[in-house]
Nanobody, 117 residues
Framework: VPLQASGGGVVQAGGYLRLSCAASGTTFSLNDMGWYRQAPGKQREVVATVGREGSTYVADSVKGRFTISRDNIKKTVSLQMNSLKPEDTAVYYC????????????WGRGTQVTVSS
């Protein structure tokens, strides 16, 4: 399942960005989708996920600032990031995952988000 992420960039603290991940294939609606990030020298961490049924999870570090959403018709998952902080600087990755229907754990190329202070 090719995943194409876009929307990264450089923004000042307090600003906003919207990341989008476009998926191809016919199984998008079967997948749990998520955004992860990896800062230099740190492990990759989950930012937010949205399940196939629409339930969402948002990490405590971004709760109240980031919102994840999916569009099963357009086969996209988006991450609206508001009130960005320098500590949000990282490479952000899109993930598609399912444990049934043959299983899947696919990652897109990352998109760089840099928040300047």
């Amino acid at each position: 399942v090719p995943l194409q992420a876009s929307g990264g960039g450089v923004v000042q603290a307090g600003g906003y960005l919207r990341l989008s991940c476009a998926a191809s294939g016919t199984t998008f609606s079967l997948n749990d989708m998520g955004w992860y990030r990896q800062a230099p020298g740190k492990q990759r961490e989950v930012v937010a996920t949205v399940g196939r049924e629409g339930s969402t999870y948002v990490a405590d570090s971004v709760k109240g600032r980031f919102t994840i959403s999916r569009d099963n018709i357009k086969k996209t998952v988006s991450l609206q990031m508001n009130s960005l902080k320098p500590e949000d600087t990282a490479v952000y990755y899109c993930n598609a995952r399912r444990t049934d229907f043959g299983g899947l754990d696919a990652w897109g190329r990352g998109t760089q988000v840099t928040v300047s202070s």
